[in-house]
């Protein structure tokens, strides 16, 4: 095998490895995103669900009279 072939061969191997890393980081960056949707889908819940049980208690938490030991 020439110089040549051997390092066209080499490169061939090199950019196998390379998109077999490409291909592993665009797997693992959709998993990222969705899980991060994912996340954000259920701060967003959270928020709302405390935002009701906030107005639930009072409408005003600053119209309610303060406690008996003020």
Do not use: C, K, W
Request: glycine fraction near 2%.
């Amino acid at each position: 095998m020439s110089q040549t072939e051997q390092r066209l061969t080499e490169l061939e191997v090199r950019l196998a490895f390379i998109d077999d890393a490409v291909q592993a980081l665009v797997a693992a960056d959709a998993d990222q995103s969705l899980r991060i949707a994912t996340l954000e889908r259920l701060v967003r819940d959270l928020r709302n669900e405390l935002e009701t049980v906030r107005l639930g208690q009072s409408p005003d938490p600053h119209s309610e009279p303060p406690p008996p030991h003020y």
